[in-house]
């Protein structure tokens, strides 16, 4: 079932590339592949995380091209990019039932807010001010328990 998934995606990102006219090149490849083996666990992560991932692994794909094929599996809405701090991107899968993130200001570390804990309540509150919801983000910004034991 999960390789069957995972096929899908591959299946999705070369039909979005053919109709842009792009190749679904050895670098375009080895970048989704590493991309779906983390939304897989269900991870958020950086350009970063997943270039060094790919350098470990011995593949050479190089940042520019990194750089560049995240924007396309955006846009093809594979994955989601969130802003958690000035210049600092994680991505995630998209789909996911979290409403929003606590992130750490020290470590980076990203925290769920898991959509069941609050979604009735936002709902609540647009149901009476007659608010249709688009989109949200909702990020908490702070500490986490291991940076403010460290201090
Ligand atoms: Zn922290």
């Known amino acids: 079932m999960l390789k069957h998934k995972k096929e ?3 299946a999705i990102f070369k039909i979005f590339l ?3 006219g792009l190749n679904y090149t050895c670098e375009r490849k080895f970048v989704l592949r590493e991309i779906l083996e ?3 666990k269900n991870e958020h992560f950086s350009v970063d995380n997943i270039f060094k991932r790919m350098l470990l692994k011995k ?3 190089s940042k520019s091209a990194l750089y560049k094929t995240m924007p396309l599996l955006e846009d093809c809405n594979l994955i989601k990019k969130t802003n958690i701090a000035e210049d600092h991107y ?3 899968k998209t789909g ?3 409403i929003g993130h606590l992130v750490c200001l020290t470590c980076k570390q990203i925290i769920e807010i898991n959509k069941n804990t609050i979604k009735d ?3 609540q509150i647009c149901a009476k001010k007659s ?3 688009e989109s949200h983000t909702f990020e908490i910004k702070g500490r986490c328990f291991n940076c403010l034991k460290r201090k």
């Open 121 to 123: 309540h936002i709902d």
């Open 90 to 92: 994680i991505y995630e």
């Open 131 to 133: 608010f249709k919801i």
């Open 38 to 40: 983390a939304t897989k």
């Open 18 to 20: 053919k109709s842009k």
């Open 8 to 10: 899908a995606k591959e």
């Open 96 to 98: 996911k039932h979290n």
């Open 59 to 61: 593949k050479r794909v």
